[in-house]
C-alpha cells in the first residue's frame, strides 16, 4: 500500500494547523491558475469567505475575537464545483450553493514582489463583483447569508510559494542542518485519532509565557469535505507540565472547555481523560479525550 | 518556515492550504501514457530468486501516512490458503528494481484484455517519484513464499493515468504492465483466469479486496483478501484535488498491498489499493475508476 506522498503529508500537517510548510518544487509553484474569492458578514458575528480554484469550491464561516486574535473558530465546507476565470458554480448540498459570475471592475494590480519564492514572487489581484447567488445556512442555522451582488477578487497564481529567509528554505526540505541553529524550548502535546472519513487532532503549545492551543476536524460526509479548526492563545498557566512529562494539564479558554489530563503511568502507559471538549461552529462541544486518542508529550532542548 | 500568508486580510490558513495544495495537483492532459520496459523479459525473470523476491520491501520504500502504527478496529483480513485456485489465481505479487536500485514489491490483479495479457495495478507502482519503474517489473500470480508456481510474467509496456504521470494525483493512482509469456512460454490467460474490468460504476460497490502486504503483522507471503468490504465514504484529502472522488473501505491491509484488486460481483476489477493511514490502519484507499481508467486500459490494449 502506498504511503503518503511528501507533498500530501505536508498539506496534511498544514491542515492541522500544526504547521505550514509545503515542499513543493519550483515548476508546481510556477505552474499559475487563478482563485476566485470574495468575503461577506453573515449572520451571528460569522464571517463567510467563498472561493474556489480548479474544480474545488468552497464556503468557510468564522468568527475570531481580539487584535490580535486570541482565538478563532472556523468551518469550511469543501465540494466540488466548476470553477472558472469568470465563474463559480458549485452546490453544498443542505448548506446552499453558490452560482456567480465574476465582472471585473478595476485595473488589475501587482502586489509588491516577495523575497525567498519558489516560483511567482507577487500577486495579481483584479478587482470585481460576483453577480448571481451565495446561499448558506450553516448547521443547526449557527451562520446564513444569502447574497446576489457581492465585491471580490481574481487572484493570480492561487498562492504564493515564498520563505523568510534561505534559513527557513534550508528547513523546509529537511536540511535544517545546514541552517543556523535555532533552540526554541518548546513543551508541545499532540493527541488525535483518526477513523475511515474522518480525523480529530489537537496540538497545545507552551514557549516563553505564552500556551497555543489548535483543534482540527476534518470529515468527508457524502459530497462535502469538512474541515474545521479553532484556535485560542493563553497564557502559560493554562498548559502545565512536569519536569519529566509524566503528568501535564490543559485548561484551554474559548473555543475549548474543560480539562484536559495526560498522565504517563510507571509502566509508560499514556493515558489522556478529561472533559476537554471544542466547540467549532455548527459543532458544539467535541469531545478531545478518550482512550481513542494517541497522545504525545514532547519538549525541546 | 514558509510564509503562505496572501496579504494581511487574505485567506485562512486552510484556504491558503488548499489552493496551495491544487496547485501542485493541477489538471493533467487527457491522454493516458506508456513506455516500454527496458530489460529483456528474460533478464527480469532470471533476476527475480527466491531471495530477491523475499528482500523485496513495499514501494514507496520511504513513505508513510501518519506517523505511529495503532492497533485496527477492522475485521482482519484472511489468509487464501491456495493461492494458485481458480478465482484467486488471477492475483499477484508485483517485483520492481527502482531507479536506485531498490527491490521493490506491489500487488496487482491479470484483466482481460483481448490479445494483450494485462495486469492492473497502483500508478505509484509503475511509476513513482518522477521515474518510470521499468527495471524488471515482472507479475507472480499465485505467489506464495518465495514460490512462482505459476511462472513469472515481464512486464513490456508500462502505463498510467496521465493525472498520475505528471501530479502524482492520488485521485487516479492506476497502473498497468503489458505483459509478455512466461518462462514456459504460457500467455498469462491461459494460466489463470483473468478478471474483467468495469469502470464508471456507481461507487457503492461491496468488494473483496485483495494483496500481498508486506509489513506487520503480514510478511508478504501469502495472498490476503478483505472479503465482502462495503464503500464507506471518501478520504477528506480526495476533496481538495481535481478528479473522481476516492473510495474508503474497512481493510486491514498493510504496505506491499497496493495495487491489490478490489473485485465486486467475484469476477470483475473496478479498483486498486492506493493508500491508507498508519494511525488507522483499518481503512484502505483507493482510486475511483473512471474514464482515465477506461482510456488507459484501451491504450493497454493497443499497446500489445
Given amino acids: 500500500m502506498r504511503a503518503l506522498s511528501s507533498r500530501r503529508w505536508a498539506l496534511g500537517l498544514c491542515l492541522l494547523g500544526l504547521t505550514c510548510m509545503l515542499a513543493l518544487p519550483a515548476g508546481v509553484a510556477a505552474k499559475g491558475g487563478l482563485e476566485l474569492d470574495l468575503h461577506l458578514r453573515g449572520s451571528h458575528g460569522y464571517g463567510i469567505e467563498v472561493g474556489g480554484y480548479e474544480s474545488t469550491a468552497f464556503v468557510s464561516a468564522s468568527r475570531s475575537v481580539g487584535t490580535p486574535r486570541r482565538f478563532e473558530a472556523t468551518s469550511t465546507y469543501i465540494a466540488r464545483g466548476k470553477v472558472s476565470a469568470t465563474s463559480i458554480q458549485a452546490s453544498f448540498g443542505a448548506l446552499g450553493h453558490v452560482s456567480l459570475r465574476f465582472h471585473p471592475t478595476g485595473r488589475a494590480t501587482k502586489t509588491r514582489p516577495r523575497r525567498h519564492c519558489l516560483g511567482p514572487d507577487h500577486y495579481t489581484i483584479r478587482p470585481g463583483v460576483f453577480v448571481g447567488t451565495v446561499r ?26 515564498c520563505f523568510d529567509s534561505i534559513q527557513s ?56 469535505a469538512i474541515y ?19 503528568q501535564a494539564s490543559f485548561r484551554p479558554p474559548k473555543p475549548f472547555s474543560g480539562v484536559g489530563l495526560f498522565r504517563r503511568d510507571p509502566r509508560g502507559a499514556k493515558l489522556w481523560s478529561g472533559p476537554l471538549a471544542v466547540s467549532f461552529p455548527g459543532e458544539p462541544n467535541l469531545p478531545l479525550t478518550g482512550p481513542q486518542f494517541k497522545t504525545q508529550l514532547t519538549r525541546s532542548w | 518556515m514558509g510564509t503562505l500568508r496572501r496579504h494581511p486580510t487574505g485567506a485562512p490558513p486552510i484556504v491558503a492550504a488548499l489552493v496551495l495544495f491544487a496547485l501542485a495537483l493541477a489538471a493533467a492532459p487527457a491522454s493516458a501514457s506508456l513506455v516500454p520496459a527496458t530489460s529483456s523479459a528474460q533478464a527480469a525473470r532470471s533476476y527475480w530468486t527466491p531471495a530477491r523476491m523475499r528482500s523485496a520491501r513495499p514501494l514507496p520504500e520511504s513513505r508513510r501516512r501518519g506517523s505511529e502504527p495503532a492497533a485496527s478496529a477492522a475485521l482482519p483480513a484472511e489468509t487464501i490458503a491456495e ?54 517489473w515482472v507479475f507472480v500470480p499465485g505467489y506464495r513464499y518465495g514460490q512462482r508456481p505459476l511462472g513469472t510474467f515481464a512486464a513490456r509496456w508500462l502505463g498510467t493515468t496521465p493525472q498520475w504521470l505528471r501530479n502524482e494525483n492520488e485521485n487516479f493512482d492506476v497502473g498497468m504492465a503489458v505483459v509478455s509469456r512466461n518462462e514456459r512460454g504460457q500467455r498469462l490467460d491461459r494460466v489463470v483466469e483473468p478478471d474483467k474490468i468495469a469502470w464508471g460504476l456507481s461507487r457503492r460497490q461491496t468488494f473483496d479486496v485483495y494483496g500481498y502486504p508486506v509489513a506487520k503483522p503480514f510478511d508478504g507471503a501469502t495472498l490476503q483478501r478483505c472479503p465482502q468490504t462495503p464503500y464507506e465514504g471518501h478520504d477528506f484529502l480526495s476533496f481538495l484535488t481535481p478528479g473522481p472522488l476516492d473510495l474508503a473501505v474497512e481493510c486491514d491491509l498493510t504496505p506491499g498491498s497496493s495495487g491489490g484488486g478490489w473485485v465486486i460481483h467475484g469476477d470483475t476489477l473496478n479498483g486498486v489499493t492506493s493508500s491508507g493511514y498508519s494511525d488507522n490502519p483499518g481503512t484502505t484507499y483507493g ?12 491504450e493497454a490494449e493497443r499497446a500489445g
Fill in chain 1, 136 to 161: 448558506f445556512r450553516g448547521e443547526g442555522g449557527y451562520a446564513a447569508v444569502k447574497a446576489h451582488r457581492i465585491a471580490g477578487k481574481s487572484v493570480t497564481p492561487p498562492q504564493l510559494v
Fill in chain 1, 169 to 224: 528554505i534550508l528547513r523546509e526540505f529537511g536540511l535544517g542542518g545546514l541552517a543556523k541553529k535555532k533552540k526554541p524550548k518548546v513543551t508541545k502535546l499532540r493527541a488525535g485519532w483518526r477513523e475511515a472519513v474522518g480525523a480529530i487532532y489537537l496540538e497545545a503549545r507552551r514557549k516563553r509565557d505564552t500556551a497555543t492551543f489548535v483543534a482540527v476536524h476534518q470529515l468527508a460526509e457524502g459530497k462535502l
Fill in chain 1, 228 to 246: 474545521r479548526s479553532a484556535y485560542a492563545k493563553a497564557p502559560a498557566t493554562s498548559f502545565g507540565a512536569q519536569a519529566s512529562l509524566s
Fill in chain 2, 83 to 136: 493461492p494458485t485456485a481458480p478465482g484467486v489465481s488471477q492475483n499477484g505479487a508485483v517485483f520492481i528494481v527502482t531507479e536506485s536500485g531498490l527491490r521493490g514489491r506491489c500487488s496487482g490483479t491479470a484483466v482481460e484484455a483481448g490479445k494483450v495479457s494485462l495486469v492492473v495495478t497502483a500508478g505509484h507502482c509503475v511509476h513513482d517519484l518522477g521515474n518510470w519503474l521499468r527495471g524488471r
Fill in chain 2, 287 to 298: 482510486p475511483y475508476f473512471g474514464a482515465a481508467v477506461g482510456r488507459l486500459y484501451r
